[in-house]
């Protein structure tokens, strides 16, 4: 087996570096799908809406000098160009861009495509190669198909949300836009599948990602368990029902420490860490089964145990002790963190606006042919001359005539 010294050196440019695709729709669920392929080195063009672009650009909370902290995010490592898609011209545009790409993303609700002329059908005759990537609420088919389905929406059918919070609360959001994001990483992975599928068939393919239909996909046997035994799961907070321990526990300061130590072995190691090693040899407590039945009973002893102890010496003791446990991080302890500097999982990412901007790396490390984050996200119609003019090779006047009537931006000569 290889060591750190024999194995290869990794490649730069990412694992898809050869591979050009085009980015339509906004919001969230493509450009993440869009994100994951250019986080990987994928040539990701971003087509938007001329002087307007994606709303996402104007999305998030906090925004410094008026600009979206989202966007530098969900847009990094693209370009930007600006096509009306909603006239023949634009459409006309996009044609000539598919015949070059190898991946089209859209989540436009189904059918806007079709009634551009840029539907599967169509755009696989000019490019029997292309592959389509469609994220959408409720899929291409079926009867609700056509219906407005935004993430929430994705999350509340697939059963999510009817999980998510405390039982004495009405469902709960998870806070963060997950149906969205995995509608968009199964489209992901749908689109390297086809592609994998095209290098032995020669022909492109459609992903179709719906979000209720990826947000069902990890809902574990949700479905299963009432199928058999009529059993609805229910919200039930912090906890694993049945499972224990496994809760967040709180420590002197008030700071909580989510602890995990159901397993026998880990449970007696807990127990020893407690200075009471005699619970895992007491029968109410020495299996999982008999732990599952007094989950509350044994989650006030440990609570309160930790009580009695700050974060960091909590965690050491059971550090030393084998017991899995975490911290609940926020952005500034994940910022401080060793671990994270170790495996540089924040990195600082250039703006020509907000200066240098930490967020996220790649996931996941691949040891030859790692991802990188390069850029933020680009100005509205930043590419758009080094796509036009470069790619297409359109005149510097054919591009100023689609410009004054509006098919494409006029993106950075605005300033000029």
Known sequence: MSDATTSPKPVQGGPLSDLRVLEMGQLLAGPFCGQLLADFGAEVIKIEQPGAGDPMREW????????????????????????????????????????????LIENFRPGTMEKWGLGYEALSAINPRLIMIRVSGYGQTGPYSKNAGYGAIGEAMGGLRYVVGDPSNPPSRTGISIG?????????????????????????????????????????????????????????????????????????????VLIAANQDTV???????????????????????ARGQRQAELDAMIAEWTAGFEREELGALLDSHGVPRGDIYRAPEMLEDAHFKARETIVQVAHPRLGMLKMQNVAPRLSMTPGEVKRAGPDLGEHNDEVFGGLLGMTADRMAELARTGVIGQGQRKAA
């Open 267 to 289: 449970f007696k190691r807990l127990a020893a860490a407690m200075g009471r090693p005699e619970l895992a040899e007491d029968p109410r407590y020495a299996t999982h089964t």
């Open 60 to 103: 998030g909370r906090e925004k410094p000098h008026g600009q979206s902290l989202w966007w530098p995010v969900i847009a990094r490592n693209k370009k930007s160009i600006e096509i009306n898609a909603r006239v023949p011209e634009g459409q006309d545009v996009i044609r000539d861009l598919v015949r070059r790409s190898d991946i």
């Open 180 to 256: 969205d994001t995995l509608a968009a990483t199964f489209a992901c992975l749908g689109g390297l599948m086809a592609l994998h599928a095209r290098d032995r068939t020669g022909h492109g393919q459609i992903v179709d990602s719906a979000i209720y239909e990826a947000v069902l996909a990890v809902m574990e046997n949700l479905v299963t368990e009432y199928d058999k035994t009529g059993y609805i799961r229910e919200r039930t907070g912090s906890i694993l029902p049945n499972i224990s321990p496994s809760n967040v526990y709180p420590t002197k300061s008030g700071v909580f």
